[in-house]
DNA sequence: CTAACATAGATAGTGAAGGTATCCAATGAT
DNA sequence: ATCATTGGATACCTTCACTATCTATGTTAG
C-alpha cells in the first residue's frame, strides 16, 4: 500500500507519519522508485502501537523510540526484551542525584526476596518519590510499603500469565510491550474507581 | 518571609513562584503595601506540593491547579475531596468518542459490585485502553481484567487505611491527594520490579 | 535625607516537544 | 501529453512551562 492508504487506514495525517518515519520511529517502505515506496500490513500494525503508546500511555517520542528499538532487536527473547522495555521507561525525569531513600527500596528488595537489578530505573523512581513524600510529610516506611509491593508481585504473576501459549516471537514480543507498558493506564483506573467504591463503603459505614 | 526567601527555602527560582502565582496555584501572600507582601509556612508546604505533583507524577499545570482548587474547597470531606481529586486527572487525554468498550466496564463494575459514579473519567481512561488494547490485537475479555481488579480492590483498602486517624482536616485531605496522586509512580514502579523479578523467575525454571 | 538595592507585578521572550504545511522533482495513471 | 500524486526536504506553527526584563514602589545603610 501506499502512504496515503496507510493514513487512511490508521487515521494519521500523511505529515504524521513522515514525521515519524524521520524520527526513527516507523521502519521505511520498500523503495519501488525513487519517489515511491511500499508499506504493508506491519507498518499499519507498528503505526497503531505508536499511536497507542504516544496518545494513550502518553509517552515521549524518544521514549517510543526506545521501546520500539529494543522490540525489533530483542523478538525472541521476551525476558531480555522485558527488561530492556522496563528500563526504558522513565516515569519521573531522573534527578540522577542520590536520594538516601535508595538504601529504603534496597532494603525492601532484600526483604522480598526480589531478584531485580542493581541499576534498574524502578528503583529510582520508587526511591524519589519516597524522597518527595517524605519531604510532603508523609513518611512511608517499609512496613507501610510491604503489602503494596506483595499485591505488586500479585500483578506481576498475572501480566506474565499472559504471555504464556503464544508462540509467534514477534506476537509475543509486541504483547509483553503492551502489557507492561500500556495496562499502566488501566491498572491506574481500576486502582481510581476502587478507592472511590471503597470511600463510598466507609463514608456509608461511618456517617448516615 | 519575603518572595526571595520562600524561593531559598524551597529551591525554586523567584520567576517560578511568580509564574505559579499568575496560574492560580499558589495563593497571593499578604499585601504589606503596593510592593511587598508575606508568605508563611502554608505557602512553603503548598509549593514544595505543586512541585511534586508537576515534577515527580508529571501532572501539567492547569490539572494541578484544579487539584489544588479541590483540596482548598473541600478540606474536610475527603471523601468529596477524593471524588474530585479522582476526577481531575485525566491519564489520557479524552477522545470524548463513545467507544465499545464502555460496556465492558459496566459490566465489570457490575459483576465487581462496585459504587462507582456513572461519569466517573477513569470509566473512560478504562474503556480507552481497553479499545486500544483490542485494536491492536490483545482483547482483554472481562475474565482476564478481573483479578486486576480485585487486587486493585486491595490496594485501594491499603490506600484508604493509610487516611485513618488524621485529625487535622487540611492535613487529611492533603495526604489524600498526596496517596492517590503521587504514590501512583511508586506503585508502577514497585509492579515494574515485580515483573522482573517474575520473569527472571520463570527463565531460570524453564531455561538454564 | 539620600543613594543603593530589593520587591511585586506586568509583559515579553525562550526552548523543547510534537506535529503541520509548503515545495519540488519524479512518477504513474488517463 | 498531461496532470494529480508521492516521497523527501525544509520551514513553520502551537502549546507548555518557564525565564528574563522592565518599571514603579519600598526598604535600608550611611
Same mark, same amino acid.
Given at each position: 500500500?501506499?502512504?496515503? #492508504?496507510?493514513?487512511?487506514?490508521?487515521?494519521?495525517?500523511?505529515?504524521? @507519519?513522515?514525521?515519524?518515519?524521520?524520527?526513527?520511529?516507523?521502519?521505511?517502505?520498500?523503495?519501488?522508485?525513487?519517489?515511491?515506496?511500499?508499506?504493508? #500490513?506491519?507498518?499499519? +500494525?507498528?503505526?497503531?502501537?505508536?499511536?497507542?503508546? @504516544? /496518545?494513550?500511555?502518553?509517552?515521549?517520542?524518544?521514549?517510543?523510540?526506545?521501546?520500539?528499538?529494543?522490540?525489533?532487536?530483542?523478538?525472541?527473547?521476551?525476558?531480555?526484551?522485558?527488561?530492556?522495555?522496563? /528500563?526504558? @521507561?522513565?516515569?519521573?525525569?531522573?534527578?540522577?542525584?542520590?536520594?538516601?531513600?535508595?538504601?529504603?527500596?534496597?532494603?525492601?528488595?532484600?526483604?522480598?526476596?526480589?531478584?531485580?537489578?542493581?541499576?534498574?530505573?524502578? +528503583? $529510582?523512581?520508587?526511591?524519589?518519590?519516597? $524522597?518527595?513524600?517524605?519531604?510532603?510529610?508523609?513518611?512511608?516506611?517499609?512496613?507501610?510499603?510491604?503489602?503494596?509491593?506483595?499485591?505488586?508481585? +500479585?500483578?506481576?504473576?498475572?501480566?506474565?500469565?499472559?504471555?504464556? /501459549? @503464544?508462540?509467534?516471537?514477534?506476537?509475543?514480543?509486541?504483547?509483553?510491550?503492551?502489557?507492561?507498558?500500556?495496562?499502566?493506564?488501566?491498572?491506574?483506573?481500576?486502582?481510581?474507581?476502587?478507592?472511590?467504591?471503597?470511600?463510598?463503603?466507609?463514608?456509608?459505614?461511618?456517617?448516615?
Amino acid at each position: 500500500m501506499r502512504m496515503s #492508504e496507510l493514513s487512511r487506514l490508521s487515521g494519521v495525517p500523511v505529515a504524521t @507519519i513522515k514525521y515519524y518515519l524521520r524520527e526513527g520511529l516507523l521502519p521505511a517502505g520498500r523503495q519501488l522508485s525513487a519517489t515511491q515506496a511500499e508499506y504493508d #500490513e506491519q507498518h499499519l +500494525r507498528r503505526l497503531r502501537l505508536i499511536r497507542a503508546l @504516544i /496518545g494513550v500511555r502518553g509517552l515521549s517520542v524518544s521514549t517510543t523510540r526506545e521501546l520500539l528499538g529494543a522490540l525489533s532487536e530483542y523478538t525472541g527473547d521476551t525476558h531480555r526484551l522485558l527488561g530492556l522495555a522496563l /528500563g526504558a @521507561i522513565r516515569l519521573t525525569e531522573d534527578t540522577e542525584q542520590d536520594v538516601p531513600e535508595l538504601a529504603d527500596v534496597e532494603a525492601l528488595v532484600t526483604e522480598l526476596d526480589w531478584n531485580v537489578h542493581k541499576a534498574a530505573p524502578a +528503583r $529510582a523512581t520508587l526511591a524519589e518519590t519516597l $524522597a518527595s513524600l517524605r519531604t510532603l510529610g508523609v513518611p512511608l516506611d517499609r512496613h507501610t510499603l510491604l503489602p503494596y509491593a506483595r499485591l505488586a508481585e +500479585r500483578t506481576a504473576v498475572l501480566d506474565l500469565d499472559q504471555l504464556q /501459549g @503464544i508462540e509467534d516471537p514477534l506476537e509475543a514480543a509486541e504483547r509483553a510491550l503492551l502489557l507492561t507498558v500500556l495496562l499502566e493506564p488501566a491498572l491506574m483506573a481500576l486502582r481510581r474507581m476502587a478507592q472511590e467504591n471503597e470511600s463510598a463503603r466507609r463514608h456509608a459505614e461511618a456517617g448516615d
